[in-house]
């Protein structure tokens, strides 16, 4: 048992991870008795197009040849690199068996209503458990998804007290000073842009002033908080970016030929700002991700099989992230952002004196490994670390402890 934990160990990389949750998770022989992923739908092309409104960018957006907002065959293909790589990971630890099919029971799928992630379910299960009929539910329209689209299915905030719950995690000065602290990066933004963020290209080009980097974060009756101005602006431009990239188009496409793989990472970091204030404020996140974190604990108590893979969007696990106060760097990715195809998972693990303990880690492919659609394997494998898991001894929950931290993060604050 030692020696195939610790081939596991090496495998996975997870020599790496922090000190502290791999101290307390890796004393003696243990046993991965069950699983649980939460993943973000691979890559996509802009939700609508144009990604921003005509006349925000110096040129026209690159076109796509596949729909707004579905997963490419580029983006499917990543997602099955990532299938194989979890199927070595996932017999090595018992969970899966080396060949045949799993038992009945043994494998739970569920994603969200959205095209481009049923599409990533089935894509991810085509090399996870190869020739095997595998049910992948999902509801059949986004208002009857309380799980990945719960605002959608009827859920209704306090839009008031949303949004205080989102100041009270500004920095002094507020939202004009957490702008100002990425002045670099709306640097990058703009001369890849061609734009002030969000302005008229006609009527002001670079260098913009901070005053035209405006943002603003406003109550909406009903819902979380919406990120107005600059800031939103530099989200979507430096998210539709970094798809291209991931995508595999031309480097003279990607940006307008004008963003290295530098400047994208550059410019990411407004992704994860976004969530940060609109999707990650205990008041927010511990409703929108409370039927996610339900599934999360019925698949750690056993309710659902070894293995539970839901597949949903960056919004469900950033809300996910907030609700049990996660952090992670997702390989090459900035801090608490979500790569396309990347996860958070939770393993339950039993010790060889019988003890049962929960451990988060998240799980990614680096940004070049989407774009040349490497093989994983043994040498080449994705980023995978251990997260702490606030609230536990340690960072690591006892399973006892994993339920009752859950049990009663679902008993909502009131702001």
Same mark, same amino acid.
């Given at each position: 048992?030692?020696?195939?934990?610790?081939?596991?160990?090496?495998?996975?990389?997870?020599?790496?991870?922090?000190?502290v949750?791999?101290?307390?998770?890796?004393?003696?022989?243990?046993?991965?008795?069950?699983?649980?992923?939460?993943m973000?739908?691979?890559?996509?092309?802009?939700?609508?197009?144009?990604a921003?409104?005509?006349?925000?960018?110096?040129?026209?957006?690159?076109?796509?040849?596949?729909?707004?907002?579905?997963?490419?065959?580029?983006?499917?293909?990543?997602?099955?690199?990532?299938?194989?790589?979890?199927?070595? %990971?996932?017999?090595?630890?018992? *969970?899966?068996? $080396?060949?045949?099919? #799993? !038992?009945? @029971?043994?494998?739970? =799928?569920? &994603?969200?209503?959205?095209?481009?992630?049923?599409?990533?379910?089935?894509?991810?299960?085509?090399?996870?458990?190869?020739?095997?009929?595998?049910?992948?539910?999902?509801?059949?329209?986004?208002?009857?998804?309380?799980?990945?689209?719960?605002?959608?299915?009827?859920?209704? %905030?306090?839009?008031?007290?949303? *949004?205080?719950? $989102?100041?009270?995690? #500004? !920095?002094? @000065?507020?939202?004009? =000073?957490? &702008?100002?602290?990425?002045?670099?990066?709306?640097?990058?933004?703009?001369?890849?842009?061609?734009?002030?963020?969000?302005?008229?290209c006609?009527?002001?080009?670079?260098?913009?002033?901070?005053?035209?980097?405006?943002s603003?974060?406003?109550?909406?009756?009903?819902?979380?908080?919406?990120?107005k101005?600059? *800031?939103?602006? $530099?989200?979507?431009?430096g998210?539709?970016?970094?798809?291209?990239?991931?995508?595999?188009?031309?480097m003279?496409?990607?940006?307008?030929?004008?963003?290295?793989?530098?400047?994208?990472?550059?410019?990411?970091?407004f992704?994860?700002i976004?969530?940060?204030?609109?999707?990650?404020?205990?008041?927010?996140?511990?409703?929108?991700?409370?039927?996610?974190?339900?599934?999360?604990?019925?698949?750690?108590?056993?309710?659902?099989?070894?293995?539970?893979?839901?597949?949903?969007?960056?919004?469900?696990?950033?809300?996910?992230?907030?609700?049990?106060?996660?952090?992670?760097?997702?390989?090459?990715?900035?801090?608490?952002?979500?790569?396309?195809?990347?996860a958070?998972?939770?393993?339950?693990?039993?010790?060889?004196?019988?003890?049962?303990?929960?451990?988060?880690?998240?799980?990614?492919?680096?940004?070049?490994?989407?774009?040349?659609l490497?093989?994983?394997?043994?040498?080449?494998?994705?980023?995978?670390?251990?997260?702490?898991?606030?609230?536990?001894?340690?960072?690591?929950?006892?399973?006892?402890?994993?339920?009752?931290?859950?049990?009663g993060?679902?008993?909502?604050p009131?702001?």
């Amino acid at each position: 048992m030692i020696r195939r934990v610790l081939s596991f160990m090496a495998l996975a990389g997870m020599a790496l991870a922090p000190a502290v949750s791999v101290a307390a998770a890796m004393q003696g022989g243990e046993t991965v008795e069950r699983v649980v992923m939460v993943m973000r739908h691979g890559v996509r092309p802009s939700t609508k197009f144009p990604a921003t409104p005509p006349g925000t960018t110096r040129e026209p957006w690159p076109e796509w040849s596949t729909p707004a907002g579905d997963l490419t065959m580029h983006g499917a293909e990543a997602i099955r690199r990532l299938g194989t790589f979890d199927r070595m %990971l996932m017999i090595q630890q018992g *969970l899966l068996p $080396a060949t045949g099919c #799993a !038992p009945a @029971g043994t494998l739970s =799928a569920w &994603a969200s209503a959205a095209s481009r992630a049923i599409k990533t379910g089935r894509a991810f299960l085509d090399t996870l458990v190869p020739g095997c009929t595998t049910t992948l539910d999902h509801p059949a329209g986004e208002d009857e998804d309380e799980t990945f689209h719960p605002s959608d299915a009827g859920l209704a %905030l306090d839009g008031d007290v949303a *949004l205080a719950a $989102a100041l009270r995690l #500004a !920095p002094p @000065g507020g939202i004009a =000073a957490e &702008a100002a602290r990425n002045a670099d990066a709306f640097r990058v933004l703009e001369r890849v842009t061609g734009c002030c963020p969000g302005k008229a290209c006609g009527t002001r080009k670079p260098p913009c002033t901070a005053s035209e980097r405006g943002s603003r974060l406003v109550a909406e009756p009903g819902a979380k908080p919406d990120m107005k101005g600059a *800031l939103s602006f $530099a989200s979507t431009a430096g998210q539709t970016i970094l798809l291209q990239y991931l995508e595999g188009m031309p480097m003279a496409q990607v940006g307008w030929g004008r963003a290295s793989p530098a400047d994208i990472r550059t410019m990411l970091r407004f992704h994860p700002i976004k969530f940060r204030y609109e999707t990650r404020p205990p008041y927010v996140s511990r409703r929108l991700a409370a039927p996610l974190a339900r599934r999360v604990l019925d698949a750690v108590e056993g309710r659902s099989g070894k293995v539970t893979l839901l597949f949903g969007h960056d919004t469900n696990l950033a809300a996910l992230g907030g609700f049990y106060d996660l952090h992670w760097t997702m390989a090459d990715y900035p801090r608490d952002d979500v790569a396309p195809g990347g996860a958070i998972g939770f393993e339950v693990v039993r010790q060889a004196d019988g003890r049962r303990f929960v451990r988060a880690f998240s799980q990614a492919q680096t940004m070049n490994q989407v774009r040349s659609l490497a093989v994983l394997d043994r040498v080449q494998r994705p980023h995978r670390r251990y997260l702490t898991i606030p609230g536990c001894r340690a960072g690591v929950c006892a399973l006892d402890a994993f339920s009752r931290l859950t049990s009663g993060l679902l008993q909502p604050p009131n702001r």
